[in-house]
């Protein structure tokens, strides 16, 4: 079993910045990617970002491409999720996901999942 844990998020305004981290732990030796999800209010889940378990390849969201970056530091098995010219819109829960399929943007694909961290942003 991962354990995820996250940190981070909060209030910003708008064109602001933030940085949710995701830490993993446990038997992460099945672990092929990690990705962020997030979840608006009274909206379905949906995906953000993902970046395989070695760093080297990420995918995303067309509504983050260009805004968004997710990167690993391999020594602290932590996830990042940058996050610049934040909007309105990207107002939202943020699940970090530990899964098998690398390149999925479905959330049957992953696993195990963090706590969720709210990250508002106001016009």
């Known amino acids: 079993q991962v354990q995820l844990v996250q940190s981070g998020g909060g209030l910003v305004q708008a064109g602001g910045s933030l940085r949710l981290s995701c830490v993993a732990s446990?038997?992460?030796?099945?672990?092929?990617?990690v990705g962020w999800f997030r979840q608006a209010p009274g909206k379905e889940r949906e995906f953000v970002a993902a970046?395989?378990?070695?760093?080297?390849?990420?995918y995303y969201a067309d509504s983050v491409q260009g805004r968004f970056a997710i990167s690993r530091d391999y020594a602290k098995n932590t996830v990042y999720l940058h996050m610049n010219n934040l909007k309105p819109e990207d107002t939202a829960i943020y699940y970090c996901?530990?899964?098998?399929?690398?390149?999925?943007?479905?959330?049957?694909?992953?696993?195990?999942w963090g706590q969720g961290t709210q990250v508002t942003v106001s016009s």
């Open positions: 970046i395989n378990w070695a760093g080297s390849n990420t």
């Open positions: 446990g038997r992460t030796l099945g672990v092929y990617v």
């Open positions: 996901a530990a899964g098998r399929v690398f390149g999925s943007r479905y959330e049957s694909d992953f696993g195990s």
